[in-house]
């Protein structure tokens, strides 16, 4: 790690995830945390310095090992942005393999890394997770989205009729 300084993520679990700087550094929110981008700026004083840690009370320790998996191999290679509107419903064709791959993961992962990607603030990896959900329900009837978000339908079915008439007057 080049003597860069140490950043230790803590998630919601206890457990901590020491990462280089230049990785943390991809959340505003580990950054806010720190003092802002003028904290990194002093070399004097991190000799022997001990990890700096940085608690994430929302994000789960499966779901943090994957954020920083992420944002380990952006480093290495940036993701393509995602331009919009989109030419193709098929990931690999919007963003490289690797991040296509890294967003083939069960529903329940996927929803936790839009919340770790939101609540960290690392815009790279929200839009590539809300890319991926977007496909994931394009094409899907209410019923299904209701059943894929684990929603209960707003109306009881007698209910449902009297709320469509009065809608449509």
């Not at 080049?2 to 679990?13: E, F, N, P, V």
């Not at 920083?68 to 490289?96: G, R």
């Not at 394009?138 to 469509?164: H, V, W, Y």
Request: proline share 6%; with cysteine; charged share 30%.
């Amino acid at each position: 790690m080049d003597g860069d300084h140490i950043i230790k993520l803590t998630s919601k679990d206890g457990d901590a995830y020491e990462v280089p700087i230049k990785v943390a550094k991809m959340s505003k929110l580990v950054v806010e945390t720190l003092g802002g981008d003028e904290a990194f700026d002093d070399d004097d004083d991190d000799d022997e310095q001990e990890a700096t840690e940085v608690p994430l009370p929302n994000v789960s320790s499966p779901v943090l090992e994957k954020v920083i998996a992420y944002c380990k191999h952006y480093q290495e290679e940036e993701m393509t942005p995602i331009q919009t509107p989109l030419k193709s419903s098929k990931l690999e064709e919007l963003v490289q393999q690797w991040y296509a791959d890294f967003v083939k993961v069960p529903k329940n992962m996927l929803f936790d890394l839009v919340a770790a990607a939101n609540f960290m603030d690392i815009k790279p990896l929200l839009d590539l997770t809300c890319l991926a959900v977007s496909i994931m329900i394009k094409g899907k009837s209410a019923a299904e989205l209701r059943e894929m978000f684990n929603i209960s339908p707003e109306f009881a079915s007698e209910e449902e009729p009297a709320q469509t008439e009065a809608a449509a007057s």
